[in-house]
């Protein structure tokens, strides 16, 4: 039950950050804070097997392991929507690039093919 | 002071001020000849070869129109806009048309097209398929086209009837201020969206578009919508 709130939470919290601005400063803290906290979870997980075994029951979970997997899963879509955001963001980049180089070329190439002054 | 005339055009046409734009995709077969029935109306065309893996770009290049390449593929989407910036940069040029490269849109159209703006007091004007008449238009494309008209707001506030032509005349305010951000298809209604958001007075002009089986073949396919509707639902989470 408990688990089941925390779970929608975060898909709630993750579509409020796609709708949002995915670059903005906060948002940039936020990811490096959450991951922070990723890795402090991870060492604590490793030398406490317990706890994490502890922490599932207190949120209805059956088992240790299957907290584990639903960390992960959130993990999983929080790192598919960053890379989609930066390979958008890359591919404007690039495209911008590549039109540079396009145009620049163009106005030589054509200014030869026509004798056009400019 | 005007620029590039095209070799074979003469003397002054009341189009010098009109650049042509033309994204190519591997239309090695068709676009020369689009570009001769162009250049007698039309004297600068620019066509933008969207890095064709068939000889498009040489058979432009034996053409009076301008050739830009762009190194890599990018998308019809960025292909426009590409060619409007290089159009935006020659000297004297004041309106721009674009135009599909398999040739299924008609000289006259895109000639009255640009009179409706450059005497008009239209800012950009569009073609439409559907202002008078569409017999010649497939009815499933005739039903999802007159859908997306209908569905998109950014259409319904300007009342256009056909969101998705690819004939369309803009002058240079309009022009200089379109960003096309959708390398892909979804520029359509990208660019009608910014119409819809802007200023600027825009008219729908009846235009034949002729269905060839070559254009058919090479036309959207239905299911391409889907990848339309995801790319311009997440637009606007990007750009700012």
Not at chain 1, 31 to 54: C, E, H, S, T, Y
Not at chain 1, 66 to 87: E, G, K, P, Q
Not at chain 2, 36 to 65: K, M, Q, W, Y
Not at chain 2, 152 to 166: E, F, K, V
Request: glycine fraction near 6%.
């Amino acid at each position: 039950m408990i688990i089941q709130v925390i779970l929608l939470a975060v898909a709630a919290a993750m579509l409020l950050l796609f709708i949002r601005n995915w670059h903005s400063v906060q948002t940039r803290a936020l990811k490096r804070l959450a991951f922070l906290g990723f890795v402090l979870a991870v060492v604590i997980a490793v030398l406490r097997p317990d706890w994490v075994n502890w922490l599932a029951h207190k949120i209805d979970v059956g088992r240790g392991t299957d907290l584990v997997l639903y960390a992960l899963a959130t993990a999983f879509v929080f790192v598919s929507v960053n890379t989609y955001f930066r390979l958008k963001t890359q591919e404007a980049r690039f495209t911008d690039l590549a039109r540079a180089i396009a145009v620049r070329d163009a106005t030589e190439l054509n200014a030869e093919r026509f004798g056009v002054r400019r | 002071m005007q620029t590039a005339e095209a070799p074979g055009t003469t003397g002054t046409s009341e189009f010098d001020d009109v650049w042509v734009v033309i994204p190519v995709y591997n239309e090695a077969s068709v676009i020369a000849g689009v570009v001769e029935d162009l250049l007698p109306t039309f004297p600068n065309v620019v066509c933008v070869d969207d890095g064709s893996r068939d000889d498009s770009a040489d058979r432009i290049f034996h053409t009076g129109a301008h050739l830009v390449t762009h190194p890599v593929n990018l998308g019809q989407g960025a292909a426009l806009q590409t060619g409007l910036e290089y159009a935006l940069l020659q000297d004297g040029s004041q309106y721009f048309v674009t135009f599909d490269a398999d040739g299924q849109h008609r000289v006259e159209d895109a000639a009255e097209l640009v009179c409706a703006v450059k005497c008009g007091d239209a800012d950009v004007a569009l073609g439409s398929r559907f202002l008078s008449g569409a017999e010649d238009v497939p009815w499933i494309k005739r039903t999802l086209l007159k859908a997306v008209a209908a569905l998109s707001p950014a259409a319904r506030r300007l009342q256009l009837t056909d969101a998705h032509n690819g004939l369309r005349v803009l002058n240079r305010a309009a022009a200089s201020q379109l960003k096309i951000t959708m390398n892909g298809m979804a520029h359509a209604s990208e660019i009608v969206d910014y119409l819809a958001r802007s200023e600027l007075a825009v008219t729908e002009i009846p235009v034949t578009v002729l269905y060839t089986d070559y254009s058919k073949a090479k036309g959207q396919s239905l299911i391409n919508g889907v990848n339309i509707l995801f790319d311009l639902s997440l637009r606007s989470r990007r750009s700012s």
